[in-house]
């Protein structure tokens, strides 16, 4: 199929991309078509702190690709807004209620953060817009904070914990100790890693709840060194990862014996680790630019507009989003009405270069495979970014929670 061409130029913190606005003819007379609303998105992400790399303009130039991409039909624009969420529930809502009541933004997108994502969650459903959440990962946002104005795309804390602490409890490793970034992921990301541990004949002996955006993890590890768990387990994400992980090497607690997992590690964390302190290391993830033929030749295209840095399965998770989210909205022909966007993404089959073939529950969860994969070592990489190995593809009916655990009140028992 064809795409759309666009043409795309920067205003401010906006970009758009505008197709091209045909003429209406009736018999012989031409009469000059009435320009087309665009369709405003709102790329909510980290622009400056710890989820930066991993989502951050990458995030929204994976929106843009989204854009370039969709399919030929009737002309639809486009219009890119940008913020910094800062990582304060109360600065994303006051962004995302401006955005909607004074630009005119039809959807929220990326959100990385799970106590922000709820947030906007709440703004979005009272204005009946939509929040593609591609950048947060509380299993709560299909849960007891399901919304018929939400999709959750890339992954969820059940996920993560699901294949990761299985494949780590039966390798013989039945003892954790939890250090959780306290807020909302951290403790939703700590009760169901809890759940699949205990689930698989493991038990949690201790953990220890930190601040977000933490330096100094010392006397953190120091009480899981302590504990004397085979496993520590690493309930953060982005920078804090990075900053576990690198003093968790400096204390000697994998060279100690003491397993270190990360439940949730992004390839720009690798990157920044580098492979001599991030090898071995074994995680759940949804995506990985050198799967196969499709994320190789978007990544391809990717990277050139992204300062050379490879894409994180966060930026896929905006693409794919987006342009699910803009194939259905061409088909209705409006994003007026935001439930009705959220409806018709349910009822088509999702397909894309990045995720593949898919579907979207009830609940608002979009459902793909997900891998357990393991941090190559210096020697096994070949080439640039070459960094992971595939331990095991863990298909989309065993890794995501059951839609009727959930507690989604959409969800009829």
């Known amino acids: 199929m064809p795409s759309t061409a ?10 758009f991309l505008a197709g091209g606005v045909g003429a209406a003819v009736l018999g012989s007379t031409r009469l000059r078509a009435e320009p087309v609303r665009p369709v405003r998105i709102g790329v909510l992400t980290d622009m400056s702190s710890l989820y930066a790399d991993c989502t951050g303009q990458g995030s929204v130039l994976a929106t843009q690709l989204a854009a370039e991409d969709l399919g030929a039909g009737p002309s639809l624009p486009v219009e890119i807004l940008s913020a910094d969420h800062q990582n304060k529930a109360d ?8 955005w909607i009541d004074q630009d005119g933004v039809d959807v929220v997108t990326d959100v990385p953060n799970s106590a922000v994502a709820l947030a906007v969650g709440s703004v979005v459903r009272d204005k009946n817009k939509v929040m593609l959440a591609s950048g947060p990962s509380s299993s709560d946002l299909t849960g007891k904070a399901c919304s018929p104005n939400t999709i959750h795309w890339t992954y969820d804390t059940y996920a993560l914990a699901t294949g990761a ?10 003892s954790w100790f939890t250090l959780t ?12 890693v809890r759940r699949v541990v205990e689930r698989s004949g493991g038990k949690v002996i201790g953990g220890v709840r930190t601040p977000i955006n933490t330096p100094d993890f010392s006397s953190f590890l120091l009480q899981a060194q302590a504990s004397g768990a085979q496993v520590v387990g690493l309930i ?15 204390f000697g ?16 964390d690798v990157h920044s680790l580098g492979l001599e302190t991030a090898q071995g290391l074994q995680f759940t993830e949804a995506f990985y630019w050198d799967l196969n033929e499709g994320t190789r030749a978007w990544t391809k295209r990717f990277v050139p507009r992204n300062r050379d840095r490879y894409p994180s399965a966060l930026h896929a998770g905006a693409y794919a989003s987006a342009l699910h989210y803009l194939r ?7 994003a007026a009405d935001g439930r009705a966007v959220v409806s018709r993404m349910k009822e088509v089959p999702t397909d894309d270069p990045l995720f593949g073939k898919g579907s979207i529950r009830p609940d608002g969860r979009k459902l793909h495979p997900m891998y357990l994969f393991e941090v190559k070592s210096p020697t096994d990489s070949k080439y640039p970014w070459d960094y992971y190995k595939v331990v095991q593809s863990i298909p989309a009916d065993v890794v995501w929670r059951p839609l009727g655990e959930g507690g989604c009140p959409m969800v009829k028992a």
């Open 236 to 250: 953060n994400a982005g920078g804090d990862t990075i900053n576990a992980i690198k003093q968790a090497v400096e």
């Open 6 to 15: 666009f043409s795309a130029r920067r205003i401010g913190r906006r970009t």
């Open 328 to 334: 259905a909205v061409q088909s209705l022909g409006s």
């Open 165 to 174: 602490a299985t494949a780590v409890v039966a390798s013989g490793a039945r």
């Open 91 to 98: 600065v994303a809502a006051a962004i995302a209620r401006k």
């Open 181 to 192: 970034a306290d807020y909302a992921f951290g403790h939703a990301m700590e009760g169901d």
């Open 253 to 268: 607690i994998p060279s100690g014996g003491q397993k270190l997992v990360a439940t949730v590690l992004y390839i720009t």
